[in-house]
């Protein structure tokens, strides 16, 4: 297949890794991958904010870059889900029909990674290798909106050399959310202090995600404590083979 990478604001200015892995992974697999170097953003933190004018002027944006994609993958359950759930919503809210119309006939052809592979490609072992004790953390859109289900977890169950340690509280936000960490920084840091607590009790040496958001977030709160456990994104996981270990 063709695949058009997205690869988010957050993993473009700080976790550049997360895409060259995106991208060894689709490629050992068979595919062809594209990356258009005029996209952006998808408007999700805008959105969010309530800035809809902004909002919907990327989602334009969106739409325009990749309206003849055969398929839209991206390493972000969060970016997907803003792109084929919620922007059909701003859309309706701004009354703009011929962009609804747009974002709905390409909203099927975007997905997470994760629920690319298991669930279109129908791949859950990329003969993946990482020797380290793991615990994943379902991140809050992947979950709730995408549903991306267990994906993830039948990935990673198939790492090979690898430990996958179950984690308490999983489905218990990380604190995160974009602007409410900054907006609610108490309550923010109280959730972190719970997901914190529930993956050193895993004796776990890395946290791993869909989502680098909420991993800098993670990763932040464990660095703080001195816990020696890190996080890594789940792609970096998946391109990892025994021969080279990418994360």
């Known amino acids: 297949m063709q695949i058009d990478l997205f690869i988010t604001c957050i993993n473009d200015a700080l976790f550049p890794r997360t895409g060259q892995a995106t991208v060894r992974l689709l490629e050992r697999l068979g595919h062809q991958v594209r990356f258009n170097a005029n996209q952006t953003c998808c408007g999700q933190m805008h959105l969010n904010t309530g800035y809809r004018g902004d909002a919907l002027k990327l989602i334009r944006k969106f739409v325009d870059d990749y309206r003849d994609s055969e398929l839209v993958v991206m390493p972000s359950g969060s970016c997907a889900a803003m792109v084929r759930e919620l922007s059909p919503e701003a859309a309706r809210w701004g009354g703009d029909q011929e962009l609804l119309r747009e974002v709905e006939e390409l909203a099927p052809r975007v997905f997470e990674l994760s629920e690319f592979l298991v669930n279109k490609l ?96 993670i990763g932040g709160g464990l660095h703080r404590l001195r816990s020696g456990a890190g996080t890594v994104h789940l792609a970096e996981i998946l391109a990892s083979t025994e021969g080279e270990v990418f994360a």
């Open 122 to 217: 129908g791949v859950d072992d990329v003969g993946a290798y990482y020797p380290h004790r793991v615990t994943y953390h379902p991140t809050c859109h992947a979950m709730r909106v995408l549903r991306v289900g267990d994906a993830p977890l039948r990935l990673l169950r198939n790492v090979r050399g690898m430990t996958l340690l179950e984690l308490g509280g999983a489905e218990e936000c990380c604190g995160f959310g974009g602007t409410f960490s900054i907006k609610n920084p108490d309550v923010s840091a109280a959730m972190l202090a719970d997901k914190t607590r529930h993956i050193l009790d895993t004796g776990a040496e890395v946290c791993t995600a869909g989502d680098n958001s909420c991993l800098l977030h």
